[in-house]
């Protein structure tokens, strides 16, 4: 195997998952629609969402904390928090405020938008920025990826077609330096071509009386930002782009390495839970045995866009010592990344 002059990699993970749960029953009643067609389209049983005094704040700084508790890192130990959301539509951004909430004093802290891969470009450019410190200026230090959505905030609860996928949650993880395992690549990607097939509605001005309720007053009236979807069409792009940053992670981790890495090393993918369905074609697509490809979170939590990726590793945390898995996100943008890694031996 291939060794790195440094080791980055996950210390701890941490998540947080509202208790409040929104069956397919609870759904039956308030749009037409079926506990069997959810199933089946979208493999999807339940969903968690935000109750009274949550909210992505301080569902961000519960995950935060967890996976600072798992990785024995006090907080005055970060030096960078970096949280992907796509539903903190107001200032400051939630990274300085999970960082205030915290009690980290120093050091920097941001907010990235892209879609459910947000977390994946947390990481991408924790690494980048610790990789280039460490080489350059010998500096090792620790940092916070935190990805979040409270989508119930911005769904559409009369759409049948989009209510369905969709749940609130935060998932995180303190990286830094590490013994074993790590960090061996990460790779991101956009096609703003594709915007209109995925977005939310635009507006202008947060109302003052109640920010999480994401209302906004125009001077013609209030509008709800509320997320606009064309499934058929997103479906096709988001398989195809899963299984190209795959294999684009795996190439790119042999040209800096010189190893001749293939998919039959891949032991586990933990891909964005989007709904069962695509999980399924990725693997089918790249002929991973499902066994392979981590599926049961979309069952209980349904598609919590940024979140999903960390809450998946609360699942698997001690599984399979040394194994090589990737985590592959797509969403709105159309943005979509992969990380290649290794699991602590
Ligand atoms: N319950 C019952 N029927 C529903 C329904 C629901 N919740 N939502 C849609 N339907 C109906 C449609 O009205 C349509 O009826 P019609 O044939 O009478 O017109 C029928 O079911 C088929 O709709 P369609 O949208 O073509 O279904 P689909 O097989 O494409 O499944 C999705 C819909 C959204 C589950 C699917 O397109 C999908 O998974 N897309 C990707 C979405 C996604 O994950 N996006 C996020 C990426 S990060």
Redesign the pocket.
Known sequence: MQSYPIQIGYLGVGRYLPPNILTNAHLERM????DE??VQ??GIHERRIMGEGESVLSMATAAAREALDRAGISANQITDVRVGVNTHLRWPSLATMVQNELGIDDGTASDISA??SAYIFCVDSIYQKMMTEWLLEGKKSYALAIGVDGLSLITDWTD???C??FGDGAGAAVIGPVESGGILATTTRAQGKYGDL?YLTPYIKPSLDDPEKMTFHTRTGTIEPLIY?E??K??PV?VRSMMAEIKTVIEKHNRISGESLTLDDIEYVIP?Q??H??VSAVAEGLKLPLEQVYSEGVVKYG?N?AASIPIGYVENIGKRPGALEVDVA???GFASGAILRRNPS
């Open positions: 749009v037409e629609t079926s067609w959810i389209r979208t879609g459910c049948r077609q989009t369905v996928l995925l979807m499934g058929r997103v479906f988001a964005h989007a709904n369905r695509i598609n866009s797509f969403g709105a």
